[in-house]
């Protein structure tokens, strides 16, 4: 089993930021993926932001230049800084990785975004 820890979500103003953490816990081996995705109200949940186990990375279009996915491997730890974050980010945030063939979810950590 795998245990997922987020933390760093809030109420920011508009042009604000935040960053948020993912720290894994348990049977973990190899994590070959981790990603932060994202789900408003009455939407689905989408990929917001992955990075591989060798670095590399991956963004939805609607973050590119505003968001930063990043990750210690000695800590088990993922992060993603949020800048020039808008209303329309305001979602619950859920980190997920990727340990063999089974994927984990964390609980999810609020994100508002005020105007």
């Known amino acids: 089993q795998v245990q997922l820890v987020e933390s760093g979500g809030g109420l920011v103003q508009a042009g604000g930021s935040l960053r948020l953490s993912c720290v894994a816990s348990g049977s973990i081996f190899s994590i070959n993926f981790m990603g932060w995705y994202r789900q408003a109200p009455g939407a689905q949940r989408v990929l917001v932001a992955g990075i591989s186990s060798g670095g590399s990375t991956n963004y939805a279009d609607s973050v590119k230049g505003r968001f930063t996915i990043s990750r210690d491997n000695a800590k088990n730890t993922m992060y993603l800084q949020m800048n020039s974050l808008k209303p329309e980010d305001t979602a619950v945030y859920y980190c997920?990785?990727?340990?063999?063939?089974?994927?984990?979810w964390g609980q999810g950590t609020q994100v508002t975004v005020s105007s």
């Open positions: 997920k990785v990727v340990v063999g063939l089974r994927q984990y």
